[in-house]
């Protein structure tokens, strides 16, 4: 039998939560409106995974991360991460979670950020390959146009986050 992981779902104002979380804090995020289709998904993600609700700080943990969405300027987002990602990604969510609740970056940003001026295309792909949105903020980045670029849980979401923290693009 392979690892276990916790899991637990929360609501928020933009949809439903799925927070999988090992022991040394949470592994993934996920969006949607179908609890079922979620727990699928995750299962697809982590094969040969236990997952076992409310385990591992799990339900703890989601109803930090939905504080988060519902309230990012007062909500605290200190929770604990076990993100698996290459060390360029790990690079750029670091870089990700210094940006304020209600202040967004470019991707040409990011990778200014990171020391790397010419890996705009990176720092967007490490940005869809999040494994932690809204905790590792990357709603917060957007296209030098000013357009919201891409997001996992959708546009309209990461639209309704940033007109939640009150961001200006």
Known sequence: ?????????????????????????????????????????ARRKFPGTSLVEGARD?????????ALVDDARTARADVPLSLHGTPFQQEVWDALRTIPPGETRTYAEV??????????????????????????????VVSSDGSLGGFSGGLWRKEALLEREGARR
Not at 10 to 15: E, K, P, R, Y
Not at 119 to 139: D, F
């Open 1 to 41: 039998m392979g690892e276990s992981l916790g899991y637990a779902y929360s609501d928020s104002a933009i949809g439903t939560l799925l927070v999988i979380a090992d022991s040394t804090g949470i592994c993934q995020i996920d969006w949607g409106d179908d609890r079922t289709a979620l727990l699928e998904g």
């Open 58 to 66: 799990a339900s703890s943990l989601a109803a930090r991360v939905a």
């Open 111 to 140: 990778a200014a950020h990171v020391g790397r001026p010419t890996a705009y295309r990176a720092v967007a792909q490490a940005c869809a390959h999040n494994p932690a949105p809204v905790v590792v903020p990357c709603h917060r």
